[in-house]
């Protein structure tokens, strides 16, 4: 795609500081470092034009996540953090920045502030109701 910044990376049109390079998958540190200097934030991008997560086809989404398993493993060793967040936003209600799926990897210390999932405490539904939906969802996957 001619104005994707994540296909001008992949196809070496941008800069980016790349950590692991493959057939289907790269990835590179983000501009934006929020735990720096003692952490690090990276990007793991489908080599493949694909939008959204939903969208990708079962074999590179299975490759894609080796390559998110591969980049954690090497950034724990080296970094020793507290923990890490592993995340990817898909469309504008979720902040999905680039349309092209990538996955974040984040490093994490305790109370650092940053992507707390909820910030108050969500509702509990009835497990009825969530056996309900989760019978709707797995209709339609079969």
């Not at 795609?1 to 049109?13: G, L």
């Not at 997560?53 to 998110?68: C, I, K, N, Y």
């Not at 309900?132 to 797995?138: K, N």
């Amino acid at each position: 795609m001619d104005t994707c910044v994540f296909c001008k990376v992949v196809d070496r049109e941008a800069p980016a500081s790349v950590i692991y390079d493959d057939e289907a998958t790269l990835a590179f540190m983000d501009l934006r470092q929020p735990t720096w200097p003692e952490g690090v934030h990276a990007l793991v991008v489908p080599k493949q034009h694909v939008e959204q997560v939903d969208e990708l086809e079962p074999e590179l989404a299975g490759l894609l996540m080796a390559t998110v398993v591969k980049v954690a493993r090497s950034v724990r060793r080296c970094f020793a953090p507290d923990g890490m967040s592993i995340w990817s936003s898909n469309g504008p209600a979720a902040f999905q920045e680039v349309p092209h799926v990538h996955m974040h990897v984040l490093t994490r210390t305790h109370e650092d502030g940053l992507l707390r999932v909820y910030a108050e405490r969500p509702p509990h539904p009835p497990t009825v109701d969530l056996d309900e939906v989760a019978a709707t969802i797995r209709t339609d996957l079969a």
